[in-house]
Antibody
Framework: EVQLAESGGGLVQPGGSLRLSCAASGFTFSSYWMHWVRQAPGKGLVWVSRINSDGSSTSYADSVKGRFTISRDNAKNTLYLQMNSLRADDTAVYFC?????????????WGQGTMVTVSS | DIQMTQSPSSLSASIGDRVTITCRASQSIRSFLNWYQQKPGKAPKLLIYAVSSLQSGVPSRFSGSGSGTDFTLTISSLQPEDFATYYCKQSYNTPRTFGQGTKVEIK
């Protein structure tokens, strides 16, 4: 079965760090661009970051640029999001998603999400 | 950044109703428009890609149309399982941007 599974969320103090992981299974992970999307409580979906298939190219939303780093380990079929200097407004459920070029770059597979709470 | 504006923000409808949600992009995104459905506490689910192509397994009562900057998601006959929030998203460039969502509620 094709699936993504996030982990690593939790409660962290403002200014702290957290690393999220997204384990992929059931497909050739190294062939796909991957994204992180977040959703603050009661709010809409917001794109956070993306990485190309071999990890050589990344992009970030302005709100996280310089604080978050996306990476991947294709040998371990795992996507990461290193989050530093966390702020209260980073509190959200974080989803990883697969980008499929044959579907016009739609996100066709999503993980279940992991909750990140930034609070003192 | 490309802004995606959905309307309405919410709507109430009955089972069997025809429902239409619109999405407008701040510039042309050609055919790089996707629609997602999200139920409370769940991950979004891809419904439609490339404006009008139905993702595998999605019921045919869902359809999409439009081009350039103006797009529409239509549910031809609303079913109980369709009560959810719907998001459009452009995949034309980075940053990817979502509409603010349309919550479809039971009348």
């Amino acid at each position: 079965e094709v699936q993504l599974a996030e982990s690593g969320g939790g409660l962290v103090q403002p200014g702290g760090s957290l690393r999220l992981s997204c384990a992929a299974s059931g497909f050739t992970f190294s062939s796909y661009w991957m994204h992180w999307v977040r959703q603050a409580p009661g709010k809409g979906l917001v794109w956070v970051s993306r990485i190309n298939s071999d990890g050589s190219s990344t992009s970030y939303a302005d709100s996280v640029k310089g604080r978050f780093t996306i990476s991947r380990d294709n040998a371990k079929n795992t996507l990461y999001l290193q989050m530093n200097s966390l702020r209260a407004d980073d509190t959200a459920v974080y989803f990883c998603a697969r980008d499929t070029v044959t579907l016009s770059d739609a996100f066709d597979i999503w993980g279940q999400g992991t909750m990140v709470t930034v609070s003192s | 950044d490309i802004q995606m504006t959905q309307s309405p923000s919410s709507l109430s409808a009955s089972i069997g109703d025809r429902v239409t949600i619109t999405c407008r992009a701040s510039q042309s995104i050609r055919s790089f428009l996707n629609w997602y459905q999200q139920k409370p506490g769940k991950a979004p689910k891809l419904l439609i890609y490339a404006v009008s192509s139905l993702q595998s397994g999605v019921p045919s009562r869902f359809s999409g149309s439009g081009s350039g900057t103006d797009f529409t998601l239509t549910i031809s006959s609303l079913q109980p399982e369709d009560f959810a929030t719907y998001y459009c998203k452009q995949s034309y460039n980075t940053p990817r941007t979502f509409g603010q969502g349309t919550k479809v509620e039971i009348k």
